[in-house]
């Protein structure tokens, strides 16, 4: 693995010990990138500025108020996140995947574990993230439907046509100014509420 191949990683621990440890497993891995952050406050600007590929969150015996700036990281970064704590209960568990976190491990972090790990939280988030954006694409084409199905109404109403002609009529409109038919269909919707 080349240093251009090797994912930016962020450590973030208070403890420059355990990241010591950490950064010493993950060079030992291959991976050559790594940048550890101890200061908790104003994480997420650090973050955004360092602008890594994957994040390894390490924390020791969190409280709900560190798990909780944590879980508003993950909500915000969209980037692989593992996350290690020494010990924890389901709830944290289940807040850390609800808000993102792809790999969340009990029981601290032995150094040759970090490899597996890493893969593993790369993966799932990769899943995740082709399941979010299958769910929005979804979405975007129900409501481009349901504004084609509008505008196809105010044509047939305005101009007399069929619903076929309607749908030929933004069709080749479509077409010749290069643009999709919602947002055709979105142009009529916005012109006929002015002419209201």
């Not at 450590?11 to 497993?25: Q, T």
């Not at 700036?69 to 593992?82: D, L, T, Y």
């Amino acid at each position: 693995m080349s240093a251009e191949q090797s994912p930016k990683i962020v450590i973030v621990d208070e403890s420059p010990i355990r990241a010591a440890i950490l950064e010493e497993g993950l060079r030992e891995a291959g991976f050559t990138q790594v940048v550890h952050i101890s200061e908790m406050q104003s994480l997420l600007a650090r973050i955004y500025a360092v602008d890594p590929d994957i994040i390894l969150i390490d924390l020791e015996n969190p409280s709900r108020d560190v798990l909780e700036q944590m879980f508003q990281v993950s909500r915000a970064v969209r980037r692989p996140i593992a996350m290690f704590v020494d010990q924890s209960d389901s709830a944290s568990i289940q807040a850390s995947v609800e808000a993102g976190v792809s790999a969340y491990i009990v029981d601290g972090l032995k150094k040759e574990r970090i490899k597996p790990i890493l893969d593993l939280c790369v993966s799932r988030f990769n899943a995740f993230a082709k399941l979010q954006e299958e769910l929005e694409r979804t979405k975007s084409q129900l409501e481009d439907r349901k504004i084609i199905e509008r505008a196809k109404g105010i044509l047939m109403r305005v101009k007399g046509l069929t619903e076929d002609e309607a749908y030929v009529l933004m069709r080749s409109t479509a077409m010749r100014e290069k643009k999709k038919i919602g947002e055709i269909a979105q142009s009529i919707i916005t012109a006929s509420e002015m002419l209201k």
